[in-house]
Nanobody, 124 residues
C-alpha cells in the first residue's frame, strides 16, 4: 500500500515536501513514481526513484532543477521535495510503485500500486 501526504496551499516561490509511505513487501528492484493531475488535464509524470545502481532519481523536464526525490534508508518512505513552486504546479500529486525493473518509468501503466493523491495548490 502507498500513502501520499504533505500537500497544501503555498504561495508561488514557496516549497512543500510530499511523502509517500510504502508498506508491504519491498522488492530489491522497484520504482517509486510521482505523477500529478491538474484540473481538466491528464495525469502526467513528475519524477521517479529507481532502486538499482545505488538509487537513481529522474525527473520530467518541467520540474527538473526544482523538485528532488529521495528515499529513506529503510526504503519505506519516498519524498518529493518541491521548491520554487509555480501556479502551474497546482495539481493532485500521486505516488505509485512498481515491483521490478522497467525502463519505462514515465508510463502510468507500468505501476501496479497507487496512493490516494494529495492536493498541492500554488497561489500566484
Amino acid at each position: 500500500q502507498l500513502q501520499a501526504s504533505g500537500g497544501g496551499l503555498v504561495q508561488a516561490g514557496g516549497s512543500l515536501r510530499l511523502s509517500c509511505a510504502v508498506s508491504g513487501r519491498t522488492y530489491a528492484s522497484h520504482i517509486t513514481g510521482w505523477f500529478r493531475q491538474a484540473p481538466g488535464q491528464e495525469r502526467e509524470f513528475v519524477g521517479a526513484f529507481l532502486s538499482w545502481n545505488g538509487g537513481i532519481a529522474t525527473y520530467a523536464d518541467s520540474v527538473k532543477g526544482r523538485f528532488t526525490i529521495s528515499r529513506d534508508n529503510a526504503r519505506s518512505t519516498v519524498w518529493l521535495q518541491m521548491n520554487n513552486l509555480r501556479p502551474e504546479d497546482t495539481a493532485v500529486y500521486y505516488c505509485a510503485r512498481r515491483n521490478g525493473y522497467s525502463g519505462s518509468y514515465s508510463r502510468e501503466d507500468i505501476y501496479g500500486y497507487w496512493g490516494q493523491g494529495t492536493l498541492v495548490t500554488v497561489s500566484s
